[in-house]
């Protein structure tokens, strides 16, 4: 959180300059300002909603006392840096981009001259001081649309809801019916068959929301339903203890689970347009406590053959598979599909006459013959070398991310094979990372069998794609791959994809296998740029160039290949 911020402090600039510029008499401020909390409403809405000023004259007020530039954001891209620092939700719920950041203040654009009266209290959520630019409602929510990768559908959604200030004459029961909240006291009279409309509302809200967690807990006399978003937990309703029951039992009856449930059960759960998901039940003294946590994993595919390696990457990996012993290690950024790689490898190696184990720190849906352990975080080293003379083929391991595991992982390639998943952008910096584990790179380079990296894009539905003028088109990095005035595609949403211009995803690796020689150099030393420099010429292409053979292909739009990859090498 940066020290530089000080409560209040643009907020008290627009209420001291109206006051001074004798727009507005301190009384009829503070008047205005009670009416705003008590509605919890924008104060500056307020104040033209009822008649304080008039809108043109607040906007111009604004403006001048912010001296707001203009941006224009079709040919102004932000700094992806930048965009992380503002989570999607708050994107969405304020309509606000960021641009840059530049110690600890980070310049936004904002469509609305009004949201200024909002800006602390951004500030306080996202601990960055906040300058304000001025664009316009379309580009913003075409940058945002591209930017944080939703849907135009979603993203009118949330637009409808959170209500731009021509529209909010009488609808604020519309902007007030939001995401976060759940009207759960309908159970008091809800027919038994109708449980499942509610507990479906529940979860397409905590979707749309981007939730990956729906929680339904007891608390004394009462229970409450609550969204985990960007990892904070929100109530989103409260209902008497008693109305929990009949959710409880429609759970408990689509999950096959025994009427009283004694010891903490969980299944993967799927449901009807909202896909796969989690559930977990846990019996306190006062009930049920119940979580769903939604698939982490895009990708459905776990068939070798389909999931879009090239024929080549596709015969190395299998060799590698067939082998006694070795390390695979597939490094990727989190939501790239690696765990839905692993999956698919495992279900690939594991053939008759073999043994097969996964161990994982999350729920992962399971591959058919293939034993499956979920374990604690502390727990994964002592299984690791557990399994040492448990004499199996193949052990899959999802995101060994502490150093002792993957020395553990190590050890344990040389008794079988081993799969493992970990956080890292490309080869070269998987391969970095484990040298940064403290591993003997002796034994490294001796297990080492191949390191595999990923993405996954949303693939573009083919039955509406539209040429179209994409900002990124004079982006040098574009210009190096495509060439001048490439004409890009994307799709603008039909009745085949539901509006929403995606159709799946589609997956973009960068595979290379350790030959000896490879083997033998990285015994002796290891320098990033030189490693990516021979892979490079041994013919890998870097997932950039792959992800843009996709765009080639008018399989992803640019916007999506720069969400994933940054355009970095
Ligand atoms: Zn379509």
Redesign the pocket.
């Known amino acids: 959180m940066s020290e530089a911020i000080v409560k209040g402090s643009n907020l008290n600039k627009i209420l001291n300059g109206l006051i001074e510029e004798q727009l507005l008499t301190e009384e009829a401020l503070s008047e205005a300002i009670s009416k705003a909390e008590s509605s919890r409403k924008n104060l500056g809405e307020i104040l033209i909603e009822d008649g304080y000023i008039s809108k043109e004259a607040l906007e111009s007020f604004i403006k001048k006392i912010f001296e707001l530039p203009y941006v224009d954001l079709t040919s102004y891209v932000p700094d992806p840096e930048a965009l992380k620092l503002i989570p999607k939700t708050i994107v969405h719920r304020y309509l606000i981009l960021p641009l840059f950041e530049i110690e600890g203040n980070l310049t936004v654009a904002i469509p609305n001259p009004l949201t200024v009266f909002i800006l602390d209290s951004i500030s306080q959520e996202i601990g960055y001081e906040l300058d304000p630019v001025l664009t316009t409602e379309d580009s913003l929510l075409d940058s945002v649309i591209v930017y944080y990768g939703i849907s135009p559908d979603e993203m009118s959604d949330y637009h409808k809801a959170s209500g731009s200030i021509a529209e909010t004459e009488n609808d604020f029961e519309l902007k007030e019916e939001n995401l976060f909240s759940i009207d759960l006291d309908r159970l008091a009279i809800l027919e038994s068959s109708s449980v499942s409309e509610l507990l479906t509302e529940i979860l397409l809200k905590a979707k749309k929301a981007e939730a990956t967690a729906v929680h339904i807990e007891p608390i004394e006399g009462d229970f409450r339903v609550m969204y985990r978003v960007e990892g904070t937990l929100r109530t989103v309703g409260v209902a008497a203890r008693s109305l929990q029951k009949p959710l409880t039992d429609y759970l408990k009856n689509v999950s096959k689970f025994p009427r009283q449930v004694e010891r903490p059960v969980e299944k993967i759960l799927e449901l009807p347009r909202l896909g796969e998901m989690i559930i977990s039940m846990f019996p306190t003294i006062h009930g049920e406590r119940i979580v769903l946590t939604f698939e982490r994993d895009p990708l459905r595919i776990d068939d070798i053959e389909q999931i879009g390696l090239s024929e080549e990457e596709k015969n190395d990996i299998k060799e590698v598979l067939n082998c006694r012993h070795g390390l695979m290690v597939i490094g990727a950024p989190i939501n790239s599909g690696k765990t839905s790689t692993l999956r698919t490898f495992l279900r690939y190696a594991n053939k008759e006459g073999k043994s097969a184990f996964m161990l994982a720190v999350e729920e992962v849906r399971p591959v058919e013959g293939v034993q499956f352990q979920k374990l604690r975080g502390e727990e994964l080293l002592t299984a690791i070398e557990g399994l040492i003379h448990q004499d199996i083929d193949i052990i899959g391991l999802d995101e060994a991310d502490s150093e002792e595991a993957i020395r553990a992982c190590i050890r344990l390639a040389q008794k079988s094979m081993v799969i493992l998943t970990i956080e890292a952008s490309s080869i070269t910096d998987a391969i970095r990372k484990m040298i940064d584990s403290g591993a003997e790179t002796f034994s490294l380079s001796w297990s080492l069998s191949a390191v595999i990296s990923q993405r996954v894009m949303k693939k ?6 539209e040429e179209y003028k994409s900002p990124l088109i004079t982006n040098k990095v574009v210009k190096k791959y495509l060439g001048e005035n490439f004409q890009v595609f994307r ?13 799946g995803y589609v997956s973009v690796f960068e595979v290379t296998s350790f030959s000896e020689s490879m083997k033998r150099k990285l015994a002796t030393s290891f320098n990033p740029q030189d490693f990516q420099n021979q892979l490079r010429s041994k013919g890998v292409d870097s997932i950039l160039s792959k992800a843009m053979e996709k765009v080639v292909e008018k399989q992803v739009t640019l916007e999506e290949v720069y969400r994933t990859t940054g355009f970095k090498e």
């Not at 573009?460 to 794609?465: A, K, Q």
């Not at 799709?491 to 159709?503: A, E, I, P």
Request: charged share 20%; proline share 0%.
């Open positions: 573009n539905c083919s039955h509406c794609l799709s603008r949403g039909c009745d085949s994809c539901r509006g929403s211009g995606v159709d």
